[in-house]
């Protein structure tokens, strides 16, 4: 075996590991991706619905969205109590 053999394994080595960190990296970032994309998807409320109410999907389950939610005003919840 000559130096330069030699030399040439220990590149092809580090080589291999230079593309499986690399491989590695590019995993974690689609993960990232994807956990962000679908954050901005569950966060938005659609431009068309149907009816004032909706049901929207978001990441901690469906929630109710629209222009006409109940609010309890403050004369209704003094009599209830």
Known sequence: MTASQSTW???TAWWRI???V???LRAIHDEQMLMWELSWQ??????DRAAPLAWT???DGPRLTGDHLP???AAS????S
């Not at 919840?77 to 209830?80: E, F, G, K, V």
């Open 9 to 11: 394994r220990h590149a």
């Open 22 to 24: 690399a491989a590695g």
């Open 77 to 80: 919840a003094r009599r209830s």
């Open 18 to 20: 230079v593309r499986r």
């Open 57 to 59: 999907p978001s990441l």
């Open 42 to 47: 569950s966060s938005r409320v659609p431009a």
């Open 71 to 73: 609010v309890p005003d």
